[in-house]
């Protein structure tokens, strides 16, 4: 099946600093990608979707200029928490899917962010 | 809001066949019904999904009911590692629709 990377698998940082979440498609080309977030004990909460060269469209709620989402590349989308703080520690899923539209998603492992 | 219900939690006896229901009474006529499941601290894995007909792979099957109300998931021979968390997602298949996650079912497979 398709593969879904994410990089790193976690992460420990201080308060105030900015973080750097990579998500690759290792074997499909994806025009669309997901960020979820998810807090412990809880389901998996859509933040953004990305298509590839184009401006990310976030869910009510979230803040686009603290959670700044790049799709450069069809194969390869980024999500960088900025000047994050303790309330922003979650686990970050991505997932991609290839084609356009009527494709399954496929997802990332996650990221575990600790902020301190 | 999902459009899903699912019971919060069931146990299967390891080696038994894993029945988990899923109610989607509002479910309209292109959309589908996608199964995953999330084993602790790991990203959801796609399982099966379906539109009408009954759907079985090398994980599971997939039983959709004749007015599509409702579905089953069966894993015909739980082991311990079919442990987790298992969605069930309507989702149609038009350019832009998400998937929307509800609690899920969690199951647990007891040796």
């Known amino acids: 099946g398709a593969v879904v990377s994410q990089h790193p698998s976690w992460v420990i940082c201080k308060s105030g600093t900015s973080v750097k979440i990579e998500c690759r498609s290792l074997d499909f080309q994806a025009t669309t990608m997901f960020w979820y977030r998810q807090f412990p004990k809880q389901s998996l909460m859509l933040m953004a979707t990305s298509n590839e060269g184009s401006k990310a469209t976030y869910e009510q709620g979230v803040e686009k200029d603290k959670f700044l989402i790049n799709h450069a590349s069809l194969t390869l989308s980024t999500l960088t928490v900025t000047s994050a703080h303790p309330e922003d520690s979650s686990f970050y899923i991505c997932?991609?899917?290839?084609?356009?539209?009527?494709?399954?998603?496929?997802f990332g492992p996650g990221t575990r962010l600790l902020v301190l | 809001d999902a459009k899903t219900t699912q019971p919060p939690s069931m146990d299967c006896a390891e080696g038994r066949a894993a029945n988990l229901p899923c109610n989607h009474s509002?479910?309209?006529?292109?959309?589908?019904v996608y199964w995953y499941r999330q084993i602790h601290s790991q990203g959801p894995q796609y399982i099966i999904h379906?539109?009408?007909n009954n759907e079985t792979n090398e994980m599971a099957s997939l039983i959709i009911t004749e007015d599509r109300k409702s579905s089953t998931l069966i894993l015909p021979h739980a082991t311990l590692r079919d442990t987790a968390v298992y969605y069930c997602?309507?989702?149609?298949?038009?350019?832009?629709?998400?998937?929307?996650f509800g609690p899920g079912t969690r199951l647990s497979v007891l040796p």
């Open positions: 997932s991609a899917r290839p084609g356009v539209g009527g494709e399954t998603q496929y």
């Open positions: 509002t479910i309209s006529g292109n959309e589908y």
């Open positions: 379906g539109l009408k």
């Open positions: 997602i309507v989702r149609g298949n038009n350019y832009g629709q998400n998937f929307v």
